[in-house]
């Protein structure tokens, strides 16, 4: 009799440990679940990631959410040219993706249905923390998409966090953070001094030519293009001895 009291008690305590067990395994399925169902509507993101599900989108609508766990992104809208009837949009955070300059955060920002976004307006939020961690002061801090700059505009400093907002036409390559000045070059072209040999010719006079006469003396030419005579003297010519007392004799009788 005291056996069978004992077998019923013992019964009744692992009935009461096996219920206690299924209610644990069903909370824990439950969390499971929507877990599950919040990633798979782009309400949580995990491990640097986000998932944005649309289920139906008209032509010109906005879609407005949140974007969590992904740094520097806080939330955005997204404008449709056409008609969406389920998609999704994915922010994959990428370290990898290449940047000359200082990088808070580096993201891949994909879609299934990037054909039909019109535009996105970013809201970012990063912390003077982080900002002073890289070397940035709050007011140097863009937004890059696949290398071009996009007009990043500092909105406020709320709760020790700078908040930005800036809007993009093409999904890609994001880094927020500040690109290295590249060295500029000047467009005027250097040009080689040319020494040009220089051919040695005589000078030329400018006064009137010169003729030259039969005597050898230069003449020079009048306006009117008459020539200048000279008078030319007679050299006198050399006598003997006996020329000379010829002549001393002939001057006696005449």
């Not at 039969?214 to 020079?220: F, T, V």
């Amino acid at each position: 009799m005291i056996g069978k009291l004992r077998k019923k008690k013992l019964g009744v305590k692992e009935t009461k440990v096996l219920k206690h067990r299924i209610k644990i395994l069903g909370l824990g399925a439950a969390v499971l679940a929507w877990l599950v169902l919040m990633v798979s509507l782009g309400q949580f993101s995990i491990l640097g990631n986000a998932v944005q599900t649309i289920s139906y989108a008209p032509i010109g609508s906005e879609l407005n959410f949140e974007i969590r766990n992904v740094p520097g992104l806080s939330s955005a809208v997204v404008q449709f040219k056409d008609t969406v009837k389920g998609g999704r949009i994915i922010f994959n955070e990428n370290k990898d993706i290449g940047f000359n300059g200082l990088a808070f955060s580096k993201i891949v920002v994909s879609s299934d249905v990037a054909d039909k976004l019109s535009i996105m307006r970013l809201t970012m939020k990063v912390s003077n923390k982080d900002l002073n961690a890289i070397g940035l002061n709050p007011y140097e801090l863009k937004l890059y998409v696949n290398g071009k700059e996009k007009q990043t505009t500092f909105v406020e400093i709320k709760d020790n966090y700078n908040y930005y907002s800036a809007s993009t036409t093409e999904l890609g390559n994001f880094v927020l953070g500040k690109r290295k000045l590249e060295p500029v070059i000047s467009s005027h072209t250097v040009q080689a001094k040319v020494q040009v040999p220089i051919s040695e010719e005589p000078a030329v006079s400018e006064s009137l030519p010169l003729e030259t006469t039969a005597s050898g003396m230069d003449i020079e030419e009048t306006a009117t293009g008459s020539a200048i005579e000279l008078p030319v003297e007679e050299a006198p010519q050399s006598v003997g001895i006996f020329g000379a007392i010829k002549n001393f004799l002939k001057g006696l009788f005449n």
